[in-house]
């Protein structure tokens, strides 16, 4: 797997108290984003953690998150935060960062490393 690949985390919230993580992975001759779930309680515990925190390595604890795989999103979610049409939820990005390592041909679960990477301005 090349280290050109990005991921996003963001929170879709879809109804009140309830969420999950879309994992969003952007490959440099993407089409659409590869995209995998990441539990609720996944990801609450991720998100505090990164709230304490600027290292996303150090806030993983040891540097894994357990992902399942969901059909391809469209480009558009790699940069979108807000309401998602036809009331299907609000989506937040958590953090964003650059693949260290993760095994080929997109397996259906796994677990991955990451760490952080300065944002664009």
Known sequence: ????TLF???????A???????????TP????????????????SLVERFQKRTDLEACLGEGEIWIK?????????WTFSGDISG??????EVCR??????????PEATALK??????EP
């Open 1 to 4: 797997m090349s280290h050109d």
């Open 69 to 77: 795989r969901k059909a391809n999103h469209r480009l558009h979610y």
């Open 8 to 14: 996003r985390i963001s929170e879709h919230v879809t």
């Open 97 to 106: 960062g650059r693949l260290i390592e993760f095994p080929g041909g997109w």
């Open 16 to 26: 009140p108290g309830v969420s999950h993580g879309d994992l969003f992975l952007l």
């Open 87 to 92: 009331d299907r939820g609000t989506l937040r």
């Open 29 to 44: 001759d993407a089409e659409s984003l590869v995209t995998y779930d990441i539990q609720g309680l996944d990801l609450i």
């Open 114 to 119: 990451i760490y952080d990477v300065p944002r």
